[in-house]
Every structure is written in structure tokens, then in C-alpha cells.
């Protein structure tokens, strides 16, 4: 019931705010406050055996002192396993536990006894986690421990690492306990000494002492504390054996004044030193218990701005007052979260925040349980535990960020706030509807746009806010972000594409008019124009709008952005074709020329080859490959067929050819046409380059002809009726032409009887014509293929012998010659039959002898042991091993020969294989020698296929592993 009622009375200091009065309109129906309680209190399921006086918790493990001499030891991990240890039988019994300090890992644990009397002495003695019996440390007598800084760095179980003690004099001490696992865990010191002296001679009690390492560095700062000052000392220690000594960071204080402390007046006889520790464990903010308040602070290792201090961001938290008549103005403990201070009294604990100093959080404490004593927070595992006289309490602190987003949004920290919204977008909106309200109320009109928006206010009245103070350029701004931000809402996006066309355009008509069109003002708003125009999102929004923008542009008279919007719109046709409506031909050409546009020059060319030829011819050239002449064909086929068109026409598909080896035959064709009714000689030196192999020629052969003919071009005729091997009639031709031409006709053929009745022709056109011997002996001279006998007939009877007397002595010497080759050949003939015949009888006689050790040259065993054939080469194989070698090598053909050979004599019985063939053999004995003629045709070894099979590999892929495992 007491316990019910505890719970019941956790109460929330600060009430749910009235809904946020939101300009924005996106998250009116958005929870925007947490019901969760920031802090609970749950009590421990355990009861210890008297009045609680001490507390220690570290690494989830527990410690309890009570007032009748025990220790209760808990590890929270296993809550249904405790230890007590009656600890008085080990001290003297005139001291007094002050304080109970347990290390970070949890298993060294110092006690420090006071002397009740003048008699005893102080005495400060250890216990480790795994032993329950205490050791003296034996130097300690003379001093009353007050505090211990631990080495938040230790690893090791069985020692505590280089620690400071304060004690109530003021003397900073540094040791290093270690528990000896054969002494049933007794204490040895390792070290003792006095390293400093806060109270310098006077008695200055220390309240709180923490030191830790920068950045892994042999730098440290140490933080002291007393009932009113706040020490800092910040040095580099010295390592032996991997371990610090910290009394070096004392020496230049030992001779300097004192000056790095933080001093706050308080008639409390204590104070109380808390640090917090990020997710890296490295000391973030501090916080020191004073009678006036807290004072807490940002720290940063890292600063250099101050060598003396770590201290970035200080102020002093006053105390909540209290409304239950308490008498208790200052804290007897407190534990340090991140955002929160949980202050505790004797009968109640309160949460203030650090951020804005309110009360957040009050919990009362019932009179069942016995006053609070302390409230301590386990280092290592964050749990914050209220101790009373006989509960134990654990606090739990669920998200106390989630007001902290609401507090530095009211100190205009806006930064901050977003960073604890946890990416909430209720709250981030409301953040920059009031950072957009600031900055607009200071005067930053373009940074205030830019948030607003990011908001989710209204667009019409955030466009009035800045249109009723005439501020275009911030309103520029907020339009560009929202456009950003916008995606599939069509019809915003082109209201604002159009709204900023014509903010850009009123601006820029501004300046002309003012006359500041050179101006640096004016070429950036141009410029920014620009980079606006070209933005994905606008450029797609122009594609529907842009007749709208084209009117707009052209109502501001603005024609040099209407050119650029065009070619950012990729609209050139539009501009193009109105240039040539206003005869303004260089202009097209030139905006043509720049675009690179193939489908364009495809469509204006015709009328830009009309009215300027040679410019356009200029640019057509320019372009080379990226045009295609076959499409500009129907542009030249329609101008007019006068000197000046045509030799442009020419001049551009004779650089593509030349220059792009161009093989379209229509060009060819047409080219060839011009040519034909323009230019003959150029004509013939186009024949020319082409040359006479017709599987090569470009052009329509038959078509040429056909127009040369028509022409009457007989020059070209000839080469044309040559090239389609009309020889006779290119001939003819070339005879009514020039005789020389007719002769390089004749020698074109590669057929010799071709050539020679070629010749003949032209010798019968030259006699007959004029009957001029000297001529006639001229062209037997030229070619050797007619003779004179060729060309007798071809003379008239009056002629007589006597003018022939010399070449018919030449052809008879030369009928003479051949004959006496041809009886040296015959000679040489009969020589090489007597010499085959010679061989063949020699073979006859020739024989070979087999031994019985001789083996197969495949398989190596015995050759007599199965049928063989023996090779004239001297390699032997067996009949089987032979045909299984050979059938692989064989062509497919041959291969189903053998195969059906064998079958016949496998099949056909020994009546039938005995039948005489028509050569006079038995069947069985064709059978055999035709299998013979394949399978024997050739050694294996020696023949054409072993020469042919020289670049295959001597193992194939699939006998690899095959053969890698006999090799083994």
C-alpha cells in the first residue's frame, strides 16, 4: 500500500503546454507531447538487517553499510544472492565510518573511519569483491580519507592502478592498492605519498576529487573540490610500466599562486562533485553541489583556448524553492544526467533541468521507509539508486531528452533544437516557423525565405510577408526552395516557374532602364536567370508552359533569353524557322551551325542551299561526319541547276568522299551525274580513282553507262563497257575515240586468247584503213600474242612477200626453237619413266625381316601374337591397334566406308566371301585390301597426319587427371 502510494505521489512538475499556436498546416492532428513519466521510482526487492548508512554501486554491483557493523554486498545481477560481512571486529573500536568508495569495475571497496576521540586514530581499510575479510592500509593512520579518484582507465581486478585520496586536512595522496590472491586477498601497498596540499597548513576538507586522461595522450586533468572552491590541475604525468604518475601534474603549481579554482562562498561544511560521460566515456558536462546552488558546466579536453582550463560554458543553478514548508534550502546529495539534476533532501528528491533551471520531476519520500540518506549513480551502467534508512529505490530515467528540443528552441539555439528532435517532424516545424519569425523580425529577409521554406506554413502568406516589404530577392529565395522540395504537384511547380520567370525579367528590364545593362548587378541577375533556367525541375516544367514563357519574354521584349530559353528548351526549330521567314539567312545558318543538330540541317537545308550556297555548303562541310549526305540529297535535288549550286554541291560530297570514304551509292550516282553534265575531265578522274575492279566501284556501273551514252561521253564509255567486260564493244568504241586507247583496251583482259583476238581486231582496223606495212610490224612489235601469219589475210593481194620477207624468218626461227624444247622434254620424260620402272623393280625384290621379340609400336606387346602390318619405314603395329589409332584421324566419309566394309565381312557368310569378283579376287579378298587402302594408306608415325597434328597437345584436356595420377 505504502508503496502504491509512493508512486502515486511522482509527480510531473511541468504540465503539458498549450497547443503550439502553428502557422504550418502539415501536423495539426500530431501528438506532440510524451504522457510517459520522465522519471519513475521502483523499490528493490531486498531488505538489509538494520539502519542503511552508507551506499557504494558500481558495474551493477552493491554495497551497503549499516549501523550495526555490516556490510551488505549485492550483485544486481543475481538480486536473490547477498553477502554480509560484519566489518567493526576489523577497525578500532573508538572509529566511525565516514564514507564508503567502491571503483568503477566494482571490486575494490575503501572504507574510511573517522576517530570519535582523541585517542584513535583515522583509518582507511579495503575489502576486495571476492573476500570477506578487510585489510588495514597501513600509511593511511594519520590521514581521514575523505574522497577517492578513481582510475577510471583500470582494467585489472586484483588492483586498484595509480588513485588519488583526499582527506579533511586538504592533502591529495596517490597509491595503488593491490588485493594478493595468496594472502586470502589481503591488501598491499604499492606506493604511498603526499602529492599536494590544497589547505596549504590549514585544514581544508576535500569533497570531491576526479582526474582522467585527454585523447590517449600522457595528459590529464585532475578536478578538487572543497566546501567552496573548485580546483583544476591540468599536466602531463609520468608513465613506468604502462602506469601514471600523477604527482607530476602538481609541480608548477607547487610554486605558482593560486589562480585556477572556481570559488564559491557556503557555510555547508560539504559539497558534492559529479561528472557526466558521453557514449565514447569521455567527461562531457560537470556539476558541483554548493549552498547557493549547482554550478555546471560544458568541458572540452580538446579547447585550446584556455592551457588553465577545461571549462567551455558555466552558470550557477539555483535550487527550486520549496512549497511543502520545508525548512531545507540546500541539497544533501545529488546525481548528474545528462539534462537533469536529481537533487535529494532528506525527505523528498527533485529533477531540475540544467537547460532552463525548472523543476521538472518531485518525488516524496514516506516517513515508512525513514529519511533519504544519499542517492548515488553506478558510473559504468548509468542506474541512479535513493538510499533510505532500511529501502533502497532505483530511478529510472526514460527519455528526458524530450523536452530539450522545446528549450533551446526558446533560447534561440535552433541548431541544438533540431539535434533533439529525433527527426519528429511536428517539432522541426515548429522549430523553423520560429527561427524563420526571428530572422525575419531581424532583418535577414533571404535566410529567414529559406527557412520558411522548410516549414509547413501556408505559401500564401509567407509570398505576402515579403511582398508587402518589397523584398523580391528573399522572395525569390522561397520560392526556389519550395520549388526544390516539390516533386509531383504540377500545377504549383509551373505557377512558380512562371512567378520567377517574370521576377527575373522585371528585375533585369529594371536595370536596362536605369542604363545598368553592363553592370556587375546585372550580369549576375542574368547569370542567376540562367542557372534557374537550367534546372531539371524547370526545364521539365517548360516542355508544358513554354508557349506562356515565350509570350512573357517577348511581352518584356527580352529576345536574348527568349534565344537562350529556346535552346535550353531544345525549341531551335521555332527560332530557326522565324530567321528565315525575316530572310535573316546568315542568322539561321549560324544558330544551325552552333546547335549540331542533324534533324534540323535535314530540315533547313534545302532552303538555306537555295538562297546562300556557299555559306551553307561551308557549314555542311564543317559538320563532316556528324550528317549524313544521303539525307542531304533531296536538299540539293531541289535547287536550281545553275553553275553556282552545282559547284558547291560538287565541292561538298567531293570532301566527303575524299576525306570520309563515303560508299553510299546514290551519292556516288549523283555525283557522277553532276559530274557528266558539268565537268567531263573531272568526270573521267573520278572513273579513274575508282579503278576497273567492279566489285569495288561506288557507283551504279549499268546507270553510268546508260548516262554517258546519253551524253555522248565516249571516253567514258570505254572504261565504263570495259569495267562490265563488254571487251569487243569497248573496243570498237575505243577505236573511234584514239588507237592508244584501244590498245591499254586490249591489254586489260586477263584471258591471253581474249587479249589476242582484241589485238587482232585492232590490227584489222589499222590495215585495212590504210594498209600501211610499218604500222602493221609495229603492232607485232607491241604485242607478242599475233603473228604474222595472224595478220597476212588482212592485207590486199597486191602486197607482195617480199615486204614480209623478215618477220616470216623470225616466226620460222621461233617455230624452230619450240620444236627442239619439246624433244629435250620428251628425252627428259623417257629418263624419268626407265627411272620409275628401275624403283618398282627393286621393290619387288625388297623384304624385311621379323623378329619374335619385335613388338607392337602402340601397345608394345609381342607383334606375332595377332595379325600386323609392317610399314617400308620400319614401324610395325598390330591390325587392331592399328584401326583404333586411325579410325579418330579418318574423315568423316571414309570413316562410314570402313565402317560398312567391315560389317559386310562380319555379315556376309564364307560361301558368299568366297565368290570371285569380276577382277578375278575372291570377295573376301577385295574386302580386306579396300579396308587395307584405308587403314594401312600410311604410317601412323611417319605419314601427312602426324605433320598436321604437330599443334595439338600430346594429352588431351579430358586425360589430364588421368595421366597426372599414373605419372604419380
Not at 566511525?96 to 573517522?114: C, E, Q, R, T, V
Not at 580546483?231 to 602531463?236: A, E, L, P, S, T
Not at 531545507?328 to 537533487?343: D, I, Q, Y
Request: charged share 25%.
Amino acid at each position: 500500500m505504502f508503496d502504491q502510494y509512493e508512486q502515486a505521489s511522482q509527480i510531473s512538475q511541468r504540465t503539458a503546454p498549450e497547443s503550439e499556436q502553428m502557422t504550418s498546416s502539415g501536423y495539426i492532428n500530431m501528438q506532440l507531447e510524451d504522457n510517459t513519466p520522465m522519471f519513475s521510482k521502483q523499490k528493490m526487492n531486498f531488505n538489509p538487517s538494520d539502519v542503511i548508512t552508507h551506499v557504494a554501486v558500481s558495474s551493477d554491483f552493491l554495497v551497503l553499510a549499516m549501523a550495526n557493523g555490516k556490510l551488505f554486498r549485492l550483485d544486481l545481477k543475481m538480486p536473490d544472492q547477498h553477502e554480509e560481512i560484519h566489518y567493526a571486529k576489523f577497525v578500532q573500536p573508538n572509529s566511525k565510518l565516514s564514507a564508503i568508495f567502491l571503483d568503477p569495475l566494482g571490486y575494490h571497496l575503501l572504507m574510511a573511519f573517522s576517530a570519535k576521540n582523541k585517542d584513535s586514530n583515522p583509518e582507511l581499510v579495503y575489502l576486495h569483491r571476492k573476500s570477506s575479510k578487510l585489510k588495514t592500509v597501513s600509511k593511511s593512520r594519520n590521514y581521514e580519507v575523505t574522497e577517492v579518484g578513481w582510475n577510471y582507465e583500470n582494467t585489472n581486478l586484483y588492483t586498484t592502478a595509480p588513485i588519488l585520496l583526499g582527506t579533511s586536512q586538504g592533502h591529495i595522496l596517490e597509491t595503488e592498492l593491490e588485493a594478493d590472491s595468496d594472502k586470502m586477498f589481503t591488501a598491499s601497498q604499492q606506493y604511498w605519498r603526499q602529492i599536494f596540499d590544497i589547505g596549504k597548513g590549514n585544514d581544508t576538507p576535500i569533497t570531491g576529487i576526479q582526474f582522467h586522461r585527454i585523447n590517449k595522450t600522457s595528459k590529464y586533468f585532475i578536478f578538487v573540490t572543497t566546501p567552496k572552491r573548485l580546483y583544476q590541475f591540468i599536466g602531463h604525468a609520468t608513465f613506468s610500466d604502462n602506469k601514471p604518475s600523477l604527482q607530476s601534474i602538481f609541480y608548477s603549481y607547487l610554486t605558482t599562486p593560486e589562480t585556477g579554482f572556481q570559488d564559491i562562498p557556503s557555510t555547508l561544511k560539504y559539497s558534492k562533485l559529479q561528472f557526466f560521460f558521453d557514449k565514447s566515456n569521455n567527461p562531457k558536462t560537470f556539476a558541483w553541489l554548493t549552498e547557493p546552488g549547482i554550478f555546471y558546466g560544458q568541458l572540452d579536453p580538446t579547447s585550446q583556448q584556455n592551457s588553465n582550463s577545461l571549462i567551455t560554458q558555466s552558470e550557477l543553478i539555483n535550487y527550486p524553492p520549496d512549497k511543502s514548508g520545508s525548512k531545507e534550502s540546500t541539497p544533501l546529495s545529488f546525481v548528474l544526467t545528462e539534462f537533469h539534476a536529481l537533487l535529494m533532501y532528506s525527505d523528498r528528491v527533485k529533477a531540475v533541468s540544467l537547460l532552463d533551471q525548472e523543476l521538472v520531476y518531485e518525488d516524496s519520500c514516506s516517513e515508512v521507509h525513514g529519511k533519504l540518506k544519499n542517492i548515488v549513480k553506478d558510473p559504468v551502467r548509468k542506474t541512479i539508486f535513493a538510499v533510505t534508512d532500511n529501502s533502497v529505490f532505483r530511478y529510472k530515467v526514460n527519455r528526458e531528452e524530450r523536452n530539450v528540443w522545446r528549450i533551446y528552441s526558446d533560447k534561440e539555439q535552433f541548431d541544438l533544437a533540431k539535434q533533439y528532435c529525433h527527426n519528429n517532424p511536428a517539432y522541426i516545424d515548429i522549430i523553423n516557423v520560429k527561427q524563420a519569425e526571428l530572422l525575419f523580425s531581424k532583418g535577414d529577409y533571404d535566410r529567414s525565405a529559406e527557412i520558411y521554406a522548410e516549414t509547413q506554413s501556408s505559401f500564401e502568406t509567407v509570398c505576402l510577408k515579403f511582398l508587402q516589404i518589397n523584398k523580391v530577392n528573399a522572395l525569390k529565395v522561397y520560392l526556389t526552395k519550395r520549388l526544390e522540395a516539390l516533386d509531383d504537384d504540377k500545377t504549383l511547380i509551373s505557377m512558380i516557374v512562371i512567378w520567377m520567370t517574370e521576377l527575373y525579367l522585371s528585375q533585369l528590364g529594371s536595370l536596362r532602364h536605369l542604363g545598368k545593362g553592363d553592370s556587375q548587378e546585372y550580369h549576375q541577375l542574368q547569370s542567376d536567370f540562367e542557372i534557374f533556367l537550367l534546372q531539371p525541375k524547370v526545364v521539365k516544367c517548360m516542355q508544358h508552359i513554354k508557349s506562356v514563357v515565350y509570350d512573357l519574354m517577348s511581352s518584356h521584349g527580352d529576345r536574348q533569353n527568349l534565344i537562350k530559353l529556346t535552346v535550353i528548351n531544345e525549341d531551335f526549330e521555332n527560332v530557326i524557322a522565324q530567321n528565315i521567314y525575316k530572310k535573316a539567312y546568315i542568322e539561321a545558318l549560324n544558330m544551325l551551325q552552333s546547335l549540331k543538330r542533324p534533324d534540323l540541317f535535314y530540315q533547313f537545308t534545302p532552303v538555306l542551299m537555295e538562297e546562300i550556297p556557299k555559306q551553307t555548303a561551308n557549314v555542311l562541310i564543317a559538320q563532316g561526319q556528324i550528317l549524313s549526305p544521303s539525307k542531304l540529297l533531296p536538299a540539293f535535288l531541289t535547287c536550281e541547276n545553275d553553275e553556282l549550286h552545282v559547284t558547291e554541291i560538287i565541292r561538298y560530297l567531293e570532301f566527303m568522299l575524299q576525306n570520309f570514304n563515303v560508299k553510299d551509292r546514290a551519292i556516288h550516282n549523283y555525283l557522277l551525274t553532276l559530274y557528266a553534265e558539268h565537268d567531263q575531265v573531272s568526270l573521267m578522274r573520278y572513273l579513274a580513282r575508282q579503278g576497273q575492279e567492279l566489285s569495288l566501284v561506288n557507283y551504279d556501273v549499268h546507270y553510268a553507262l546508260r548516262l554517258c551514252r546519253e551524253k555522248g561521253l565516249s571516253e567514258a564509255c570505254v572504261k565504263l563497257s570495259a569495267l562490265l567486260g563488254l571487251w569487243e564493244s569497248a573496243a570498237e568504241l575505243a577505236l573511234e575515240v584514239d588507237l592508244t586507247l584501244a590498245k591499254s583496251v586490249a591489254d586489260m583482259p586477263d584471258d591471253v586468247s581474249l587479249q589476242r583476238r582484241l589485238w587482232l581486231g585492232i590490227a584489222e582496223h589499222v590495215i585495212t584503213k590504210n594498209q600501211d606495212i610499218k604500222e602493221a610490224m609495229s603492232l607485232l612489235e607491241e604485242c607478242p600474242l599475233i603473228k604474222i601469219e595472224d595478220i597476212l589475210p588482212f592485207f590486199s593481194d597486191v602486197v607482195t612477200i617480199d615486204h614480209f620477207r623478215e618477220p616470216i624468218c623470225q616466226s620460222l626461227q621461233e617455230y624452230n626453237n619450240q620444236i627442239e624444247e619439246l624433244k629435250a622434254e620428251m628425252e627428259e620424260a623417257t629418263k624419268s619413266a626407265e627411272y620409275v620402272r628401275n624403283e618398282i623393280q627393286s621393290f619387288r625384290n625388297r623384304s624385311v625381316l621379323i623378329s619374335v621379340s619385335d613388338s607392337c609400336c602402340l601397345c608394345s606387346l609381342a607383334l606375332l601374337l595377332r595379325p600386323f602390318y609392317l610399314f617400308p619405314c620400319g614401324h610395325r603395329f598390330h591390325s587392331d591397334c592399328l584401326l583404333s589409332e586411325i579410325r579418330p584421324q579418318l574423315a568423316p566419309a571414309r570413316r562410314n566406308k570402313l565402317a560398312d566394309l567391315q560389317r559386310h565381312l562380319s555379315v556376309l557368310t564364307n560361301i558368299e566371301l568366297a565368290t570371285i569378283t569380276s577382277n578375278g579376287l575372291p570377295l573376301r579378298e577385295v574386302l580386306k585390301n579396300e579396308i587395307d587402302d584405308i587403314v594401312a594408306n600410311e604410317c601412323v608415325f611417319c605419314g601427312e597426319h602426324m605433320i598436321s597434328c604437330i599443334d595439338k597437345p600430346f594429352i588431351a584436356d579430358e586425360d589430364w587427371d588421368r595421366v597426372m595420377k599414373e605419372w604419380e
